[in-house]
């Protein structure tokens, strides 16, 4: 019933409003609405003499329902809801028990006071779905905070905590105890002087450098995403201009990216995450409670594997073969830690207690007791097999066993091994311990709670899980090979690797096909192709084929489809390269950069298709999860899919 969205409750002259609009608060229609009318009723009733405004869960309000952007805007409208309160005779304290997002963080800084429980949070992450603030957010949190760190605040989407908004001048009380009480109890001290709300408060415009500045500065983070340097416009206009012109251009910069294709991507996938962390087929099946995790090969992923885990403070056990390649391993491991603290991920003191959680053993038998264990040795099914007949062995029956193979059938690794419940592929992406992507493949046998625990595992990584069918490649390694084949079919036409590449970072990937071989080297794939040739299959020989085998590994052999300086990781066109293709390209006209890009998504959302047509993934949504977190599409053109699907509509004219 509507009228249970918001709860009044009144003593001492004091109203108490409780929002309950689970699971998040969100300001939906019906929520506004009666925000709305008590808001006048409030400010009516004369034994009223000021409000406190709660919300029952664990967030204050989440933000708007996003579920309403793909429909016409309906009023009350936000804005005017806050305008309203702002506007009030009579104080109003947002008692801040939780998060307060987006539309959320706007209502808190409407109100006149803002009380945060310790826990409490306070923050705009619009520009993240490719909006921003569209109530009021631009204008007044620079006239609380100070247009730099509000600049800050709402073009990178951050969230301050309780502290930071304290100190920010943001939070007028931190409740030392109960939230709700100290709330009501801080109302009853205010004696009917009301403070200078935000839309008052004025704001000295700091000169054209100081905008030029930010704009670089914030188109060069965007990544092709227009909502921060539309925000930052919008702040702007409230400071040239005033708070009344600056809420106009902020609606209207609002209502215009929340019709664009940008902010549809952004919000596809944020529904996308949203589902592959919840799957609804796992609903109601506890996962196991880790603790101790095993890593097997502390190589380029054991240690990244091993990294991650320890940062989401599993007690981690690396093994490797000898004395050596343990150091070596956990070398890398440290190395991680070490760049994360230079990138401000943690300090000194977070590295280290990390590096303290991962203990280095020789030999699989430190692993008896861990509750999880991720194997990542070579790529060989010999050498695997070994592993696993060890690991049964050595581990109980509950022990999840995972593989981190990519192209390996895990079936055939753990084939007649007891327990088959518990054994799983985890499929990490490179680096591991920085790709939030982790292809989830269940075996036939492979229990419902082993399933649920991969799952549960992503969401502690910080990371998204994709459910991924046991078909070659699973899902991400086999568009890449589509992705590649039509790289090379585009090269022995006769573009060359600098213009493909060109294109797709045009398009916004971070790197184009070529550049990203050479990084991860040419060996493996080739391999692969040896492997296949050797078993019968008829593989013409192809580019790569030939860089391989006159020695071209990719950077780490100084060189693959580009040749790079020593230590240098700046790819620069290979004469000798385009001599070894040359005999295999048949020159026609030339594409274009855009023809480029286009055939390279068509043939990754073809290929992604085909893959949800052979029910090897649940939806292609998840496609896009996938090459949005494991190859570094641009989120907002919301994947490949999402892509190729709007790209039709808007050619066949459709909605
Ligand atoms: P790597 O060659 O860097 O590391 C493998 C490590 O395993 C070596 O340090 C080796 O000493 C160790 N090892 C071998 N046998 C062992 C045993 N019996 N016990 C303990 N340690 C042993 O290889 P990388 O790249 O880390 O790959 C490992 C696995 O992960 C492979 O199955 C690969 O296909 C898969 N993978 C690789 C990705 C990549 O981008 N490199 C991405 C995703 C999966």
């Known amino acids: 019933m509507t009228n249970d969205l918001i709860r009044r409750s009144d003593s001492d002259g004091i109203a108490l409003l409780t929002l309950a609009n689970p699971p998040v608060n969100a300001l939906s229609l019906a929520v506004r609405q009666r925000l709305a009318a008590l808001t006048a009723e409030l400010e009516a009733d004369e034994s009223v003499r000021a409000v406190v405004l709660a919300a029952e869960g664990r967030v204050f309000v989440g933000g708007a329902d996003i579920a309403e952007f793909d429909r016409p805007p309906e009023a009350p409208h936000l804005p005017d809801v806050i305008a309203a309160i702002e506007a009030s005779r009579k104080p109003w304290i947002a008692a801040l028990n939780g998060a307060a997002l987006g539309g959320g963080a706007e209502l808190a800084l409407g109100c006149h006071y803002r009380i945060f429980a310790d826990t409490a949070r306070l923050g705009l992450p619009e520009t993240s779905l490719g909006l921003i603030p569209g109530a009021g957010g631009t204008q007044r949190l620079p006239r609380r905070i100070g247009l730099a760190p509000a600049i800050e605040v709402i073009t ?27 709330a009501l109890a801080f109302a009853r001290t205010l004696d009917g002087a009301l403070p200078l709300p935000a839309s008052a408060a004025p704001l000295a415009d700091p000169g054209p450098a100081f905008w030029d500045e930010a704009r670089a500065r914030i188109a060069r983070a965007a990544r092709g995403n227009p909502a921060p340097a539309a925000a930052l ?30 902010a549809a991507a952004l919000r596809h996938l944020f529904f996308a995450e949203r589902a592959a962390l919840r799957p609804a087929a796992l609903r109601g099946i506890e996962p196991v409670p880790l603790t101790r995790a095993g890593v097997i090969g502390g190589g380029t992923m054991g240690s990244g594997i091993a990294a991650a885990l320890a940062a989401a403070g599993l007690e981690v056990r690396l093994t490797e073969t000898g004395p050596e390649s343990l150091a070596a391993g956990l070398e890398r491991v440290e190395a991680i830690f070490e760049a994360q603290v230079k990138r401000g991920l943690t300090d000194r003191a977070g590295a280290a207690e990390r590096m303290a959680r991962v203990t280095g053993t020789v030999g699989l038998g430190a692993l008896a007791d861990c ?31 995972a593989t981190n193979t990519s192209y390996l059938d895990p079936e055939r690794i753990v084939e007649g091994l007891p327990h088959p419940h518990r054994f799983i592929a985890l499929h990490f992406f490179s680096p591991a311990q920085v790709m939030k992507l982790l292809e989830i493949v269940p075996l036939a046998a492979t229990a419902p709670r082993t399933l649920a625990t991969g799952v549960a595992l992503a969401a502690r990584l910080g990371k998204i899980p994709v459910q991924a069918g046991n078909g070659e490649g699973f899902i991400g390694n086999r568009i890449l090979k589509r992705y590649r084949a039509e790289a090379e079919a585009l090269l022995l036409a006769g573009a060359t690797p600098t213009e493909i590449d060109e294109a797709m970072r045009a398009f916004g990937l971070g790197m184009g096909p070529f550049e990203m071989q050479d990084m991860a080297g040419l060996d493996i794939a080739f391999r692969a192709r040896e492997a296949a040739r050797a078993l019968g299959q008829d593989l013409p020989e192809g580019p790569g084929d030939r860089l391989v085998r006159a020695g071209r590994l990719g950077r780490k052999s100084g060189g693959g489809w580009y040749d790079y300086a020593p230590g240098s990781r700046l790819p620069q066109p290979s004469p000798e390269a385009a001599a070894l293709i040359a005999p295999l390209v048949t020159p026609g006209p030339r594409p274009s950069g855009t023809e480029i890009a286009d055939r390279l998504i068509a043939a990754m959302a073809e290929e992604g298709q085909r893959i949800c047509d052979e029910g090897l993934a649940q939806s292609p949504s998840d496609i896009d999860l996938v090459e949005v977190h494991g190859y570094g599409f641009p989120r907002h053109k919301g994947g490949p899919m999402f892509h190729a699907a709007r790209k039709t509509r808007s050619r066949t004219g459709g909605a």
Request: hydrophobic letters at 50%; proline letters at 2%; aromatic letters at 4%.
């Open 156 to 182: 990178a989407g951050r969230t301050l905590s309780a502290a930071e908004a304290r100190e920010a001048g943001l939070a007028d009380r931190i409740a030392a105890g109960e939230l709700i009480p100290e």
């Open 233 to 262: 416009e919008a702040i702007r206009a409230g400071v040239a201009e005033g708070f009344a012109a600056g809420l106009r251009a902020e609606r209207e910069t609002f209502l215009r990216l929340r019709a664009s294709d940008e």
């Open 371 to 401: 509750d999880l264990v991720i194997e990542a040795v070579f790529e060989d099914l010999a050498v695997k097999r070994r592993v696993f007949e060890e690991l049964v062995r050595l581990c109980g029956p509950e022990a999840i066993l």
